[in-house]
């Protein structure tokens, strides 16, 4: 099979020639066709069956033990001009990147298949949404891109009226990691990766499409590519209001995005509704507002901490048709991870009896991949072609200290300072030390495929008379007191800000004026059954003036760090932040 696009029969050929394939398959997206591909893995053990009574049509797959994570510093966005690229990313000219690249692909699919998947980002018919082909030697991939995107027939009929996509090429490769680069060429929309069968590293409809290479599509088109889930509340009297919130990976995304509000709320008729748990596109309607969509179909999300109390609505969604990577099984082969329950597990993520020397049995990054459309909460929403309106932007991190439960932006520049500003305390879903405090602006450090200075100044740029802009938030649901607990509930009680966030967005709630922006007091949110410390209440709610005055310090040589490039406008915000602390 061939398109009925010359400029995508060119690269496939072109591909084939460098790669060598035995076979190439043109992927249409059909249910014969993952069943063929299901069948070849499970005899080759890339998939294991799981307990068909209890998970029907469930799979699971364990990677290579050096290959479980997104690898940041293999990561690079090749422009002409490495400013373009900023600080924020590691840079290689296109020249180098391709050259480097190419060598490694040289071959490397002798003897394997060459699946051609195009797939499209976002509901089929949407102007918003946007399309590309990756070329994989991995049926895993191709199984993966099938669950997390519009793939096949429909997608490359989109693509073929278009005439554009953008072009991903990964390969398994050795699984060496110093023979493991992914590297984006936003400048021809081209990605490429080679020797990780991983995630984010290898759906690269995922981060490195709907993110690296589209935030730098969305600069030049003037619209948002954002690492936020999409999440709507409907209140009792049937209105529904939708919050884009921005977390850095594994920070409770997929649990917010489905959050079961407190027994007081559903009973007096609130609802929540899933849109997208961890990518938002946005652009401006004629109305002013932002009208976001979710580029993804499923969800690709952290398995540990994932039980019935924390997040009923995903585990739901696993019963069946699920592809798990990476989690560890019982004695009869059901899926199990640490935080699910309290059996004891028979077999560790790495296939040997689990032994608890050997650490968690569920590696801390295992995934579960799974259709959106198999969640409780689903939203018919995700699939319109216009996209939902955005009441609230929310910014978030994992801050044990300083940082209290939530606050409002005065205004849209102050609330880039606030994303720009964010910080969190690193996880496992990046190799590196975990816990460690670093600046992730938006929650799109790993993610932004341009300079930080240039995206901030995007950002200011929707401002303007005819916008009807959300409001921006920032909340912190990780603050911890002295003795290093938790001091808020989170979770279902999370629901409690959203409503406190509605109210302001609709001109009804209380909140008090701050040199860090608008608080809530402990009165005007509903903290009903919420049993909260002297401790908690102050750190919550307060501001520790001393904490700001270092804090906005910080934030200004952090700005300061990307030279002439970084809006004045942001400097503007933090002088004032300064100024304001005293
Ligand atoms: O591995 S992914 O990048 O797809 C998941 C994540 O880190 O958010
Ligand atoms: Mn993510």
């Known amino acids: 099979m061939t ?57 699971l797959h364990r990677s290579h033990p050096e290959d479980v994570a997104r690898v940041e510093h293999l990561t690079f966005v090749c422009t002409e001009d490495r400013d373009d690229a900023g600080p924020n990313n590691h840079w290689m000219s296109p020249a180098d990147g391709h050259a480097q690249m190419d060598e490694l692909f040289e071959g490397c699919m002798e003897g394997r298949t060459m699946y051609v998947i195009p797939y499209c980002m976002g509901p089929i018919d949407s102007p918003l949404s946007r399309c590309g082909v990756e070329i994989t030697d991995s049926p895993y991939v191709v199984a993966n891109m099938r669950l997390m995107t519009r793939m096949g ?54 981060k490195c499409h709907a993110l690296r290479i589209a935030s730098w599509q969305a600069r030049e088109e003037g619209w948002l590519a954002e690492h936020m889930l999409i999440v709507g509340i409907e209140n009792p009297q049937g209105q529904t209001h939708y919050i884009a919130a921005a977390f850095p990976s594994a920070c409770g995304k997929t649990n917010l995005a489905m959050l079961i509000p407190p027994d007081a709320y559903r009973e007096a008729g609130w609802k929540v509704w899933t849109v997208g748990d961890d990518i938002c596109w946005m652009r401006p309607g004629p109305d002013g507002r932002l009208w976001a969509i979710n580029p993804e179909a499923g969800f690709f999300g952290v398995a540990p901490g994932t039980s019935e109390q924390s997040n009923p609505n995903a585990l739901a969604s696993l019963q069946s048709n699920a592809i798990f990577t990476n989690v560890a099984v019982t004695d009869d082969n059901q899926p199990w991870w640490e935080g699910l329950d309290k059996r004891t597990p028979a077999i560790d993520w790495q296939g040997r009896a689990f032994d608890p020397a050997n ?195 910080s934030i200004g040589e952090y700005l300061s760090s990307y030279g002439e490039a970084m809006p004045d406008a942001l400097h503007a915000q933090q002088r004032r932040l300064a100024e304001a602390l005293g």
């Open 359 to 553: 650490g968690p049995a569920a590696h801390p990054n295992a995934r579960f991949t799974v259709s959106a459309r198999q969640t409780p909460s689903w939203s018919e929403k995700a699939e319109d072609p216009q996209g939902v309106p955005i009441s609230a932007i929310v910014f978030g991190g994992r801050r044990a200290s300083l940082v209290p439960l939530v606050f409002e932006a005065r205004d849209w520049a102050h609330g880039v300072l606030i994303g720009a500003s964010m910080g969190s305390e690193t996880t496992a879903a990046a190799t590196g030390a975990v816990g460690v405090m670093r600046r992730d602006p938006m929650a799109m450090k790993p993610f932004c495929g341009y300079n930080f200075a240039d995206y901030f100044g995007h950002w200011l740029s929707f401002d303007g008379d005819e916008a009807k802009l959300p409001k921006i938030f920032h909340v912190n649901w990780f603050r911890k007191g002295d003795g290093g607990d938790f001091l808020w509930p989170g979770f279902g009680d999370n629901m409690r800000v959203l409503e406190w966030m509605i109210g302001r967005v609709k001109g009804e709630a209380e909140g008090v004026d701050t040199p860090i922006g608008i608080l809530p007091t402990p009165e005007a949110l509903n903290l009903d059954g919420v049993d909260l410390t002297g401790e908690a209440r102050e750190k919550l709610f307060g501001v520790d003036t001393d904490g700001w005055k270092a804090e906005a310090a």
């Open 153 to 206: 027939a429909l997608a490359l009929a989109r693509i073929e009226r278009e005439g554009s996509f953008v072009k991903g090429l990964h390969s398994t490769g050795e699984l060496d990691p110093k023979r493991r680069f992914i590297m984006h060429f936003p400048e021809e929309l081209t990605i490429k990766s080679y020797g990780s069968g991983y995630g984010g590293n290898a759906l690269l409809g995922k």
């Open 3 to 59: 398109s009925r696009l010359p400029a995508l029969n060119d690269w496939v050929d072109q591909v084939a020639a460098l790669t060598r394939p035995a076979a190439i398959h043109w992927c249409d997206g059909s249910d014969e066709e993952n069943q063929a591909l299901v069948a070849r893995m499970q005899a080759d053990g890339t998939l294991l069956p799981l307990n068909a009574d209890t998970h029907p049509n469930c799979w």
